[in-house]
């Protein structure tokens, strides 16, 4: 190359060399953006809306946050993305602050070119949520809140919000959190106008703070506080009562499992049954039983585990919304004995002795073993009597609350075992029993007596201070020695009714007078029942109650077999049945003519026979001879004693012929021989199947009469 090209392209690097060195207009070195981010503010709280400007095509974009400024985190947060060519125009994207810590971040408009991203535009801005400070945006949509100022149980937070609402949150905040961002969601709803019910009793007594948090299309909140006082003590009214009542009634004293029936006036979802002892400062309830939806319940409280003392009962129940209706009664629990007394009675006897309470309400009890019935009455000294009635103790005993005076307790033998055994226990407050005497005999009460009556005098102790036994009022005998026996000779008597009174003055004071009343005949109704036979007493029973008067002759004829027909007609006299409807046909071999069929009428329709089934109909086999299985099971039907008979369905006898006792006779058979109304034959056999005697009839009915059974109405 020549010198002077060499020249030429010198000069032309220098020139391009001073050109780059030279200031350019702006308007050379501006390149158009494809995208913009603007953000409503410099400090964001709550949700807020950031505005996206797509200024050119792009195959996508997204929107990223940074905790710092850049380049302090390599992480980062996508708060939205779109991956598609992006319109041109004006997008918005709201998101939740709240859902990034508080502090500098950095948000970054990327562009997607392939599978790269690359920053478009950048914003460093405060996120800043404390408790206090206003939302940048808040929103659009508004709403009511509305409470009772204070709440006690279960309470309504009714919410009222605008159509724009598309959802809103109701929280609650205790005062011990209050300046903190810690809420607690309680209820969520997007209705217009909404109900929530609040069970305040899982909350803390206190000052809460309960916030409605209203949300628009946008997510953006506005949100309403209002402040109520929970206040749950012991004794205060429910605020808002349940619509589901309830009736609560117990006993004054209790002890032992108390059984307690709970009735609603509805369908309640749950109720709950506590204790309260009416003595602490506390205040602390104690559960008895709980339960869910029902109409009706029955629960037991076992107050065997609770302490002696007086209680405050509380039954509460919820309604559908959980609104609590709460009623309440006071109890006594009394489990400690304070005074027990056993006693062993014969049948027939009559038992009297004084009780003294002090110090307040006493719980009486009246127990005894299986198959024991008594007339029992209490009454104050010089009062009226409190209760009298027949009762079998072991399936129902007799319980009183009786306050602090003095009583006298009587209790007769209606229907027992040999032997049987009563108790009397009291609990509470101090009680104690003052035993005094018995007049006993072993014969039956109210028969009749031939000759020398035979009676035992058993003075109790504490010993009688001064006593005395007589007849009918006649002179008075000195009080024996316990366990003496006398003879009093019945023939001087006339005939008739007599009673034998034994007195007794205790040394607190009580005069107590046990009567055994008897009845003198010392003439034969009939020729052939003597004075050696068993059932004589039974047979002069029937005689003098018209149910059995003999025959033409003068005689009884015991030995001869029983007829069904006939048995029909003395079960239906000795138990006073009506006899004066018509037969209405119930058997095919009972005629309306028939003398017995006004009789096989009645125990019919008592429910005391049944019949025989054929392919025909029903049978009563009125001639046929009545069986002592069949005499039995009739007799204790009258008697009406199915506790017993359920009580028996397993004893057994130790009789040869026990296993010819077929099965559905067995409990009266068995209870027949425990009650001396079924003797014995030949060989201590049962002969459940034989034909019944006229006697052994006799003696049945008999026993049943002179227990108070089977009474003439």
Known sequence: MSLRWKRLAAMLLTAA?????LPMPASVLAVTPKM????????????????????QSVEGWRLVAELGRPGDYPTKQTIYTLNKDAVLGTQYVHFDTKRFKDGVWTLSLEERVGSTWGTVDQVTITFDNRPGVPLTEPGTAFGTISIVPVATGTVAVKVNVDNTAVEWDLLKQPASQAGTDTWVRMYSSALREDTYHWYTRSEANGQFTLRLEIFDTNRHSQYYDVVVMVDNRWGLPQTEPGTVTAQLTLPKIVSGALPIDLNFSGIARAWRLQYIDVASETGRTSSIAAGQAGAANSVAWVTT??????YLVVLEVEDENRHIYQTTTTTTVANKVTSTLQQVIEAGEEHQFPIAVAGGLTSFTLSSTPLGYYQVSVRPVDGENLVSERLHPLSNPLQLDLPAG????????????PASKYTIEMKGATAY??????????????????????????PKSPRPSEGAWYVDGAARN?????????????????????????????????????????VVDNNRSFTDVDDTHAARWAVELLKDMQISNGYADGSFKPANTVTRAELAK????????????????????????????????????????KGYETETGFVYNPEAPVTRAEMMVMLLRAADVPEMLAAQKSTTLSNVDWRDVQEWARPSIYIGMKMNMLTERYGKRLEPNSPAERGEVALALGRLLLNGQLQVR
Do not use: C
């Open 478 to 518: 000195t009080l024996l020695n316990p366990d003496s026996t006398v003879n009093v000779d019945t023939r001087p008597m006339a005939d008739g009714r007599h009673v034998m009174t034994l007195q007794a003055v205790n040394p607190v004071g009580f005069t107590v007078l046990s009567n055994f009343p008897f």
């Open 17 to 21: 060399v001073l050109l780059t060195l």
């Open 406 to 417: 003095k009583y006298v307790i009587s209790i007769r033998s209606l229907f027992t075992l």
């Open 433 to 458: 029993t003052i035993p005094l005497a018995k007049l006993t005999t072993n014969l039956p009460l109210t028969m009749r007596q031939v000759g020398a009556l035979p009676v035992l005098i058993a």
């Open 36 to 55: 913009k981010l603007t953000l409503p503010a410099n400090i964001l709280t709550g949700v807020i809306g950031a505005r996206i400007d797509i200024l």
């Open 570 to 609: 003395l079960l239906a006299l000795a138990a006073g049945l009506d006899v004066s409807k018509p037969y209405a046909g119930a058997f095919g071999d009972v005629a309306a003519t028939d003398w017995f069929a006004p009789y096989v009428e009645a125990v019919y329709r008592a429910g005391l026979v």
């Open 305 to 310: 585990g609770t302490a002696d003392g007086t």
